[in-house]
């Protein structure tokens, strides 16, 4: 999953830790890691939501300002499912000096 540049420190942080994402088919699996920028995030559940279950909450929670702002990102080539992704991040391990 990539994040909008201005969404990664949040998610960085574990202040970001729902997306909502328009597709034609879910492009995650839950338990899987996908690589980001720093670390990794790691799929908790996806599930196929309605567009009326886009709130202001919702949005502020995925990191947006409302539900304009999140729907002018969220939709993805010519997707029309919906689909609450949850995730958290995994920072990346320390290297051991030899």
Known sequence: MIFTKRLRDGVRRG???VSVRI???PHVKVGNRYAME???IEIDSITPINFTDITPEL???SGF???VDLLKVAKHG???R???VRFHYIAPRNK???
């Open 96 to 98: 051991r000096k030899r």
């Open 38 to 40: 720093g670390g990794h």
């Open 23 to 25: 597709w034609k088919y």
């Open 59 to 61: 949005a502020r929670e």
């Open 65 to 67: 300002l409302g539900v």
């Open 15 to 17: 202040e970001i830790t």
């Open 78 to 80: 010519k997707g029309e």
């Open 82 to 84: 919906i689909f609450l």
